[in-house]
């Protein structure tokens, strides 16, 4: 191990992103220290790092108190339940990774003398009024609503990292993540990429809720960590949305995966959940502005590849 390289701590690290950002970070010569509590992760997201001298896998529960030896150069909170079905089936959980392991890895970042980067999300914006969704909106939530308790807790770690901020004088940053799909995510997470996509590739019906006029803008996993990365050596405080402004329909994704994926899976209209946001699309001026960051994947490229993924996961072959 080098003693040149800087250390970076990853809450989170078996999850979909946790695990993008830490091989990122091991790519930029960080030495990372992942901690996660595998409760919506899972190990296979970094069995491929199993060797690597700058990877260290930590078991834990950042609700509760994290201590670490030695050096820290940067803290990454990602640690949270972050699909609808996930927040709404461990409500107390999604609550104490917002607020409780929020504090907790603050506190870790201040001891350590750490810059900060909070993983935030675009449901702090709720069901919007405004659009597209600027980090000056101050959001539509229902507090007490199903989703609230997710929206609330990030909404409430994002108010503690600015506390953080302004009180301690922590080098903190704030990123309004936007719907990201990709390799690693959990099939049966029920988010709407790996939904549609292992129901058309299992001849079942497209689960659309509502009418599917509802609409998402989704962004490229790679993409979205590149944002991250240079939020995290940038020097700005407050929040910033990232993710890719090309918004569609719930249906039209539906139509996209029928006819990328030539199955003959019918459509099938369910219960729209309550408080589903009826828009969403970010608006990334500020990425573009203070980053020099926009999204390089296109959906069509993403998309065939998050495919190829879960046809191997589910061994399928490509027809
Ligand atoms: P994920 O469920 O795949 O990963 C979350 C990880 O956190 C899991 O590995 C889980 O085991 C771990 N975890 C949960 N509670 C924990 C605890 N108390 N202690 C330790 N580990 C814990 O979800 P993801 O999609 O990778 O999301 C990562 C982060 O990004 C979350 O904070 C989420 O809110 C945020 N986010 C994601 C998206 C998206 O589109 N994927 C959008 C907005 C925000
Ligand atoms: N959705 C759907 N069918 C599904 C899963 C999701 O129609 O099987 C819809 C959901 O109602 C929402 C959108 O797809 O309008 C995106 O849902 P997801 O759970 O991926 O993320 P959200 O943006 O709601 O957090």
């Excluded at 993008?20 to 970094?46: K, M, Y």
């Amino acid at each position: 191990m080098s003693a040149a390289k800087k250390n970076a701590v990853v809450t989170g690290a078996a999850g979909f992103l946790g695990s993008h950002l830490s091989d990122r970070l091991l790519a930029e010569g960080f030495r990372v220290i992942g901690i996660d509590n595998l409760l919506t992760g899972n190990v296979r997201n970094i069995e491929h790092l199993a060797g690597n001298a700058d990877f260290h896998f930590i078991h834990h529960d950042v609700t509760n108190y994290i201590y670490l030896p030695g050096e820290v150069d940067l803290v990454f909170h990602f640690a949270s339940p972050a699909s609808p079905i996930d927040y709404l089936q461990l409500p107390i959980q999604t609550l104490k990774v917002g607020s409780l392991g929020t504090h907790n890895t603050l506190g870790l970042a201040k001891a350590k003398g750490a810059t900060y980067l909070l993983a935030s999300t675009s449901e702090c914006y709720g069901d919007p009024l405004e659009h597209p969704q600027k980090e000056t909106y101050w959001g539509n939530v229902n507090p007490i609503g199903p989703r609230g308790v997710y929206d609330e807790a990030k909404r409430f770690a994002e108010a503690m990292t600015m506390a953080y901020h302004r009180f301690h004088g922590l080098d903190t940053k704030i990123v309004r993540i936007f719907n990201t799909y990709g390799p690693r995510m959990r099939l049966e997470d029920g988010r709407v990429v790996p939904a549609f996509i292992g129901q058309a590739l299992q001849g079942q019906p497209l689960t659309v809720f509502g009418d599917g006029s509802q609409t998402r803008s989704f962004t490229y996993v790679s993409d979205l960590i590149d944002g991250i990365f240079r939020l995290s050596q940038s020097d700005y405080h407050e929040p910033v949305n990232i993710g890719n402004p090309r918004e569609m329909s719930v249906m039209q994704f539906a139509e996209h995966i029928l006819a990328l994926t030539g199955s003959d899976s019918q459509v099938e209209l369910k219960p729209l959940p309550t408080d589903d946001p009826k828009i969403r699309q970010p608006d990334i001026s500020l990425a573009r502005q203070v980053l020099g960051w926009e999204p390089r994947v296109p959906f069509e490229e993403g998309i065939v590849t998050t495919l190829a993924y879960f046809r191997d996961f589910l061994s399928i072959p490509a027809c």
